[in-house]
Antibody, heavy 118, light 108 residues
């Protein structure tokens, strides 16, 4: 059974940093691209970033480019998102998602809440 | 960036009725790379349809997807109580991968 478990969310002040992790199990982690998606309270889904199977290529939404860094450790089956210079508008539930062979997001974690507030 | 516009914003229907949800893209979606997700309150999204018309694993056949180019449709043939939720379309043929704003299917 595929499982994705996010951690690392919490309350952080504007301008602060936070590192999210996503522990993957139930599939060959190193064979699939992965992604982060967020959802602000009461809002829709926003794709943030994706990383290829090897970690060699990364992609970002303009809203987080230069502030967020996606990475993966295939030896530990872990996906990460380093978030710097956080803003109030980054407040959201952050989901990690497995990218299927065709590119759709076939499995999602339960999400971790990040609140940016003073 | 491809903008996806979903309509209607809210669909009020009764169990047993047919639901038709629309997703319109600002540019042609590459190679049918269009997915539909269902999200219930407090839960993560769940993949329903990929490749515009292929059902994901375990998805009942009352869910069907169709369309190409810029116009796509999700149809729920007969609504079950567990189908009342928010539905999002997503294009993943070009970067950035974008989502529609969602359609809420609520009980009438």
């Amino acid at each position: 059974e595929v499982q994705l478990l996010e951690s690392g969310g919490g309350l952080v002040q504007p301008g602060g940093s936070l590192r999210l992790s996503c522990a993957a199990s139930g599939f060959t982690f190193s064979s699939y691209a992965m992604s982060w998606v967020r959802q602000a309270p009461g809002r829709g889904l926003e794709w943030l970033s994706s990383v290829t199977e090897s970690g060699g290529s990364t992609y970002y939404a303009d809203s987080v480019k230069g502030r967020f860094t996606i990475s993966r450790d295939n030896s530990k089956n872990t996906l990460s998102l380093q978030m710097n210079n956080l803003r109030a508008e980054d407040t959201a539930v952050y989901y990690c998602a497995k990218i299927a062979t065709d590119g759709s997001f076939d499995y999602w974690g339960q999400g971790t809440l990040v609140t940016v507030s003073s | 960036e491809i903008v996806l516009t979903q309509s209607p914003g809210t669909l009020s229907l009764s169990p047993g009725e047919r639901a038709t949800l629309s997703c319109r893209a600002s540019q042609s979606v590459t190679s049918y790379y269009l997915a539909w997700y269902q999200q219930k309150p407090g839960q993560a999204p769940r993949l329903l349809i990929y490749g515009a018309s292929s059902r994901a694993t375990g998805i009942p056949d009352r869910f069907s997807g169709s369309g190409s180019g810029t116009d796509f449709t999700l149809t729920i043939s007969r609504l079950e109580p567990e189908d009342f939720a928010v539905y999002y379309c997503q294009q993943y043929g070009s970067s950035p991968r974008t989502f529609g704003q969602g359609t809420k299917v609520e009980i009438k």
